[in-house]
């Protein structure tokens, strides 16, 4: 079975450049999460969709983060204007949610972001 | 307040012996799961092992088992006979039913498996 696909998988970009990354969850999964891990910060929620709808983005940093999942199978994460302290990995994950706390996140390969 | 704590940034373990990874976590509500990930240095998250607060046996996954102490908020992860493939950092994670499905990630172990 695919697991959550991401791309691309390593993004470099100047700053002031739109960057946007891009992630499929496993087939059936309700739940979309997208994380940024830092080495300062550790691992961050940024927001998470329940079919397809936005729950908690209070994680998303400021304006220039934005998400969107326009159907069940496809989200997107962008930054405009991207600046350097947006370098870091992004990780996309996706649960079944079957309302039971067992439902595990199932992580993405990650995108390394570095903003030059 | 820190809800996931990991105390050691960094662990040795000589291969083939077992090693205990440290997690403490708090919190007020009676419902919520822990969880414990591998990210190896190719920097995927993989999942590990899950723990219920209501469950009453430890959970085990092959060389991977969980120390579940409830009164005393700690859910220590041992792995048993370490390989050189178990050397990453290992993070744990907590959801509490009343955050949804909000997971909180400790800042995470690394793990040194020796020869």
């Known amino acids: 079975d695919a697991g959550v696909i991401q791309s691309p998988r390593h993004e470099v970009t100047e700053m002031g450049q739109e960057v946007t990354l891009r992630c499929k969850p496993i087939?059936?999964?309700?739940?979309l999460f997208w994380y940024r891990q830092t080495m300062m910060r550790g691992l961050e929620l940024l927001i998470y969709f329940n079919n397809n709808v936005p729950i908690d983005d209070s994680g998303m940093p400021e304006d220039r983060f934005s998400a969107k999942m326009p159907n069940a199978s496809f989200s997107t994460l962008k930054i405009q204007p991207s600046e350097p302290r947006d370098s870091a990995v992004y990780f996309c994950a996706s649960s079944s949610g079957t309302g039971l706390q067992k439902e595990t996140q199932y992580f993405g390969p990650g995108t390394r972001l570095l903003v030059l | 307040a820190q809800k996931i704590t990991q105390t050691q940034p960094g662990m040795f373990v000589q291969e083939k012996e077992a090693v205990t990874l440290d997690c403490t976590y708090d919190?007020?509500?009676?419902?919520?799961?822990l969880f414990w990930y591998k990210q190896p240095s190719s920097g995927e998250m993989i999942f590990l092992i899950y723990?219920?607060?209501?469950?009453?046996q430890n959970a085990t996954e092959g060389r991977y088992s969980l120390n579940f102490q409830k009164a005393r908020k700690s859910a220590n992860l041992v792995i048993s006979a370490s390989q050189l493939g178990d050397s990453a950092m290992y993070f744990c994670a907590m959801r509490e039913r009343d955050g949804g499905f909000k997971t909180i990630f400790g800042a995470g172990t690394r793990l040194f498996v020796k020869a």
């Open positions: 087939s059936g999964h309700d739940y």
């Open positions: 723990q219920g607060s209501y469950d009453q």
């Open positions: 919190t007020s509500d009676p419902s919520y799961g």
